[in-house]
């Protein structure tokens, strides 16, 4: 077993490994564990979920965990989910617009990115609303790995999300290009 050497950081994995022990509990069928991760109280599945990464952001890992089962509850086959929340958020709405184009996305990112404080109950509606709209959510090791630099002002994590939930306009203003390139090293 090798040393960290900032036991601060997270290693590269532990969020990948979150991602996939998530993942398995949806494929293995493991109800009640992820009935355990929807409650609100801490519970043993939440604790294995938190000791999955390093001691500074267990209960980061633990909140995710909590997070990917309010997504995945009643969910045959599990999503690991892409991009920031940021990119995620812009496919919230309906027929009327979705991201930047519908004012309840608008709303609720602008709750998420003016907190100083990780904004766990708005992160729950942002999942909660991607659920049912029926779209796919953040890569939850993505978000494991940004919430864990939430209070990082080099990585700008808030900034970074609106970026991306704003996305760039093509210059005939008709759409919506890529949205920024991962700068994650």
Known sequence: MTERTDPAVAAPGDSERLAAWLAAL????????????????PTSTHIRAGWLGPEEHREVYERVAFLFGVYHQGRPVPS????????????????????PDNPGAQRLLARVVA???????????????LRSCE?????????????????????????????DFHGVRTPSGTGHTTMRKDTRT
């Open 115 to 129: 907190s100083r404080r990780v904004p766990w109950r708005h992160l729950q509606h942002t999942i909660t609303r």
């Open 80 to 99: 690991y989910g892409s991009g920031t929340l940021g990119a995620a958020a812009r496919r919230i709405g309906d027929g009327t617009g979705r991201g």
């Open 26 to 41: 949806v494929r293995n069928r493991e109800y009640g564990m992820l009935a355990e991760l929807r409650r609100t109280r």
């Open 135 to 163: 779209q796919p959510p953040p890569s939850w090791s993505r978000l494991a790995d940004d919430l864990t630099r939430w209070h990082d002002r080099g990585a700008r994590i808030a900034y970074g999300w609106s970026v």
